[in-house]
């Protein structure tokens, strides 16, 4: 069993900055990527940044240049730095992680998601 702790999301004013993190923990043999994904009622969730244990990042376009991920491995965490924040940028923000488990399986594993709303 995996599981995928997040913190740091909440109210702030626009312009502002939030940091989340997300915690992996359980029967991890290693992880091969983790990243955050955004979701608003009514649409898709979407990507917003992933990172690979080699330090590979893929980041949206629309927070290109205001959001940073960054990850530590040896902690099984990954953190999104969100500055400038934006009113659209509120929704709720779930981690994501591809672990091989300690059964020698590939598998996506998702956090419960957490809130972040910015006010304009």
């Known amino acids: 069993q995996v599981q995928l702790v997040e913190s740091g999301g909440g109210l702030v004013q626009a312009g502002g900055s939030l940091r989340l993190s997300c915690a992996a923990s359980g029967s991890i043999l290693s992880v091969r990527t983790m990243g955050w994904y955004r979701q608003i009622p009514g649409a898709q969730r979407e990507l917003v940044a992933t990172i690979t244990d080699g330090g590979t990042v893929n980041i949206a376009d629309s927070v290109k240049g205001r959001f940073t991920i960054s990850s530590d491995n040896a902690k099984k965490t990954v953190y999104l730095q969100m500055n400038s924040l934006k009113a659209e940028d509120t929704a709720v923000y779930y981690c994501?992680?591809?672990?091989?488990?300690?059964?020698?399986?590939?598998?996506?594993?998702w956090g419960q998601g957490t809130q972040v709303t910015v006010s304009s």
């Open positions: 994501q992680a591809n672990v091989i488990t300690r059964r020698f399986t590939s598998t996506e594993y």
